[in-house]
């Protein structure tokens, strides 16, 4: 079935350091990735998203490329805030409608 | 427009006790589905419900289940409550036309403690 891996454990960065996070995917056919973001106390906001190869999803300055050939979906920032905390989730979407979601991660920006 | 609500936001049960939970989706989405997320087990998919049919469930066991009405709300039920039940409850709407599939709006979720 489809399946969705992150990195393992929370990220701690300082403002304005350079933000990765990685996640790779397994799927049949043609998925479609996503990132979302949950802040504390809230449901899931959708943060960008790619629905084919070489797709480029950005927002809020976040960038990730699917990659097909290394069944990727980096999540990069160039330059954190301090309200870029919050918990980051990769997910895929086959052709039921139903997301597949990794574990994710947290994320702590220092100031 | 108005997004995905849900009702109530917090919960407390006790075990073997049975919940229902409320979803209304944004105006116009005919698609609605259910999470459950957990520090253990993450975001699991539950079941999604189209003009009132259940289209995808999840591996959840019998206790878990849902319904949708005609204005699109969905309630999801869960009976005989186990401690493992405690959880933050997502419920998504989408436009979906019935072919396809489109972008999943969250609401906040209900947050199920069993004591």
């Known amino acids: 079935g489809n399946s969705v891996t992150q990195m393992e454990g929370p990220v701690t960065l300082s403002e304005e350091a350079f933000l990765t996070i990685n996640c790779t995917y397994t799927a049949t056919g043609y998925p479609s990735l996503f990132w979302y973001v949950q802040y504390p106390g809230e449901g899931l906001q959708l943060l960008l998203k790619a629905t084919k190869a070489d797709d480029k999803g950005s927002n809020k300055g976040f960038e990730a490329t699917y990659r097909k050939e290394t069944t990727s979906f980096h999540l990069e920032k160039g330059s954190v805030q301090v309200s870029d905390s919050a918990v980051y989730f990769c997910?895929?979407?086959?052709?039921?409608?139903?997301?597949?979601f990794g574990k994710g991660n947290q994320v702590v920006v220092i100031p | 427009k108005a997004g995905v609500t849900q009702t109530p936001r917090y919960l407390i049960k006790t075990r073997g006790q049975q919940v229902t939970l409320s979803c209304s989706p944004i105006?116009?989405?005919?698609?609605v589905s259910w999470y459950q997320q957990t520090p253990g087990q993450g975001l699991q998919f539950l079941f999604e419900y189209f003009s009132e049919t259940q289209r995808n469930k999840g591996n959840f066991p019998g206790r878990f289940s849902g319904r949708q009405f005609s204005n699109s709300r969905s309630e999801m039920n869960v009976s005989t409550l186990e401690l493992g039940d405690s959880a933050l409850y997502l419920c998504a709407s989408s436009g979906m036309t019935g072919g396809g599939y489109n972008e999943q709006f969250f609401g906040p979720g209900t947050r199920l403690t069993v004591l």
């Open positions: 997910a895929l979407m086959g052709g039921n409608n139903r997301l597949a």
């Open positions: 105006s116009g989405h005919r698609s």
